[in-house]
Nanobody, 133 residues
Framework: QVQVVESGGGLVQAGGSLRLSCTSS????????MGWFRQAPGKEREGISCISWAGDSTYYADSVKGRFTISRDNAKNTLYLQMNSLKPEDTAMYYCAAAQRCTLRSSGGLYRRSLQSADFPFWGQGTQVTVSS
């Protein structure tokens, strides 16, 4: 069953902006750290951003740092991802997910620490973002 629901995806030109939203009727977001993941065809799911339950700590993958901003409004039970300066390589299905905390760890034999899908028990169905050149 769907735990969280994303919206706001669409088709934009390179350099444009989109804001994704995520809500849930089953989860109280103030009990969870919230993350955004994306997956492009033929690639593994990438954890691009995370925010602590109180919103006082954030994480961004290098691929989106400086362009994307994660935020939350616990009173509205809503998570946001503001995406600016979009590039064709940002094209992917974007997923909202919830976890106990924003954990960074290595996986797949890599030394670099990153968000891991397995650490997020609750997921939305995804919203498609397509950036044209």
């Amino acid at each position: 069953q769907v735990q969280v629901v994303e919206s706001g995806g669409g088709l934009v030109q390179a350099g444009g902006s989109l804001r994704l939203s995520c809500t849930s009727s089953a989860l109280r977001f103030d009990d969870y750290a919230m993350g955004w993941f994306r997956q492009a065809p033929g690639k593994e799911r990438e954890g691009i951003s995370c925010i602590s339950w109180a919103g006082d700590s954030t994480y961004y993958a290098d691929s989106v740092k400086g362009r994307f901003t994660i935020s939350r409004d616990n009173a509205k039970n809503t998570l946001y991802l503001q995406m600016n300066s979009l590039k064709p390589e940002d094209t992917a299905m974007y997923y909202c997910a919830a976890a106990q905390r924003c954990t960074l760890r290595s996986s797949g034999g890599l030394y670099r620490r990153s968000l891991q899908s397995a650490d997020f028990p609750f997921w939305g169905q995804g919203t498609q973002v397509t950036v044209s050149s």
